[in-house]
Protein backbone atom coordinates (compact mmCIF):
# COMPACT_ATOMS: atom_id res chain seq x y z
CA UNK A 1 0.00 0.00 0.00
CA UNK A 2 1.06 3.36 -1.22
CA UNK A 3 1.44 5.95 1.96
CA UNK A 4 2.54 9.80 1.85
CA UNK A 5 1.94 10.88 5.65
CA UNK A 6 3.03 14.35 6.19
CA UNK A 7 3.82 16.25 9.76
CA UNK A 8 5.12 19.04 11.10
CA UNK A 9 2.23 21.71 10.31
CA UNK A 10 1.01 24.16 13.37
CA UNK A 11 0.64 27.89 14.12
CA UNK A 12 3.22 30.04 13.62
CA UNK A 13 4.05 33.71 13.57
CA UNK A 14 5.63 35.58 11.03
CA UNK A 15 8.67 35.69 10.46
CA UNK A 16 9.23 32.07 12.11
CA UNK A 17 10.59 28.53 10.86
CA UNK A 18 8.68 25.14 10.09
CA UNK A 19 9.87 22.09 9.18
CA UNK A 20 7.43 19.78 7.42
CA UNK A 21 8.48 16.23 7.05
CA UNK A 22 6.93 13.41 4.12
CA UNK A 23 7.22 9.70 5.20
CA UNK A 24 6.92 7.51 2.30
CA UNK A 25 6.04 4.03 1.68
CA UNK A 26 5.26 1.81 -0.52
CA UNK A 27 6.61 2.46 -3.86
CA UNK A 28 10.43 2.86 -5.47
CA UNK A 29 11.48 5.84 -3.44
CA UNK A 30 14.57 6.73 -5.68
CA UNK A 31 12.51 6.52 -8.97
CA UNK A 32 9.90 9.42 -8.29
CA UNK A 33 10.14 13.31 -7.92
CA UNK A 34 8.94 13.95 -4.43
CA UNK A 35 7.13 17.55 -4.55
CA UNK A 36 5.53 19.75 -1.68
CA UNK A 37 2.26 21.73 -2.73
CA UNK A 38 0.09 24.09 -0.98
CA UNK A 39 -3.75 25.01 -1.05
CA UNK A 40 -5.02 27.92 0.37
CA UNK A 41 -8.66 28.81 1.00
CA UNK A 42 -9.98 29.52 -2.19
CA UNK A 43 -7.54 28.77 -4.52
CA UNK A 44 -6.00 26.73 -6.84
CA UNK A 45 -3.34 23.93 -5.49
CA UNK A 46 0.30 25.14 -6.40
CA UNK A 47 3.62 23.54 -6.38
CA UNK A 48 6.30 25.21 -4.20
CA UNK A 49 9.48 22.81 -3.99
CA UNK A 50 10.46 19.70 -5.72
CA UNK A 51 13.19 17.07 -5.32
CA UNK A 52 14.07 14.32 -7.86
CA UNK A 53 15.64 11.69 -5.08
CA UNK A 54 18.02 9.94 -7.77
CA UNK A 55 20.23 13.24 -8.06
CA UNK A 56 18.97 15.53 -5.83
CA UNK A 57 18.12 18.03 -8.22
CA UNK A 58 15.67 20.80 -6.65
CA UNK A 59 13.54 23.39 -7.98
CA UNK A 60 11.23 25.93 -5.84
CA UNK A 61 8.56 28.55 -6.72
CA UNK A 62 9.50 32.26 -7.03
CA UNK A 63 7.11 33.05 -4.06
CA UNK A 64 9.70 30.63 -1.67
CA UNK A 65 12.98 30.59 -3.09
CA UNK A 66 15.53 31.58 -0.69
CA UNK A 67 13.18 30.85 2.25
CA UNK A 68 12.12 27.47 1.46
CA UNK A 69 14.48 24.49 1.54
CA UNK A 70 12.93 20.59 0.21
CA UNK A 71 15.40 17.89 1.24
CA UNK A 72 15.19 14.22 0.93
CA UNK A 73 16.62 11.09 3.02
CA UNK A 74 16.68 8.39 0.62
CA UNK A 75 17.83 5.94 3.29
CA UNK A 76 14.45 6.81 5.73
CA UNK A 77 12.57 7.52 2.37
CA UNK A 78 11.47 11.19 4.26
CA UNK A 79 11.06 14.28 2.51
CA UNK A 80 11.36 17.58 4.10
CA UNK A 81 10.61 21.37 3.82
CA UNK A 82 12.47 23.73 5.84
CA UNK A 83 10.30 26.81 5.97
CA UNK A 84 12.10 30.29 7.29
CA UNK A 85 10.71 33.40 7.32
CA UNK A 86 7.22 32.54 6.92
CA UNK A 87 4.64 35.13 5.96
CA UNK A 88 1.07 35.60 6.36
CA UNK A 89 0.22 33.97 2.68
CA UNK A 90 2.24 31.17 3.32
CA UNK A 91 -0.58 29.68 5.19
CA UNK A 92 -2.19 26.64 3.53
CA UNK A 93 -2.55 23.04 3.35
CA UNK A 94 0.54 21.55 2.51
CA UNK A 95 0.65 18.21 0.99
CA UNK A 96 3.53 15.70 0.10
CA UNK A 97 3.26 14.57 -3.49
CA UNK A 98 5.39 11.71 -5.14
CA UNK A 99 5.46 11.36 -9.23
CA UNK A 100 7.23 11.22 -12.14
CA UNK A 101 7.17 14.91 -14.45
CA UNK A 102 9.59 14.66 -17.44
CA UNK A 103 11.27 17.36 -15.91
CA UNK A 104 11.68 19.64 -12.85
CA UNK A 105 9.52 21.04 -12.04
CA UNK A 106 6.64 19.52 -12.55
CA UNK A 107 3.77 22.09 -11.81
CA UNK A 108 0.72 20.49 -12.43
CA UNK A 109 -0.85 18.14 -9.98
CA UNK A 110 -1.73 15.52 -13.15
CA UNK A 111 1.97 14.86 -13.10
CA UNK A 112 1.55 12.75 -9.74
CA UNK A 113 0.40 9.85 -8.85
CA UNK A 114 0.31 9.40 -4.78
CA UNK A 115 -0.88 12.41 -2.23
CA UNK A 116 -0.61 12.47 1.16
CA UNK A 117 -3.59 13.80 3.40
CA UNK A 118 -1.75 17.53 3.89
CA UNK A 119 -1.02 19.63 6.60
CA UNK A 120 -1.97 22.64 7.81
CA UNK A 121 0.77 25.58 7.96
CA UNK A 122 -1.34 29.01 9.63
CA UNK A 123 1.28 31.91 9.76
CA UNK A 124 -0.30 34.98 11.81
CA UNK A 125 0.70 38.54 10.92
Known amino acids: EVQLVESGGALVQAGGTLRLSCAAS????????LAWFRQAPGKEREGVAW????????NYADSVKGRFTISSDNAKRTVSLQMNNLKPEDTAVYYC??????????????????WGQGTQVTVSS
Open 97 to 114: AAGRPLRLPGRGTHEYDY
Open 51 to 58: IRTRDGST
Open 26 to 33: GFSFDDYT
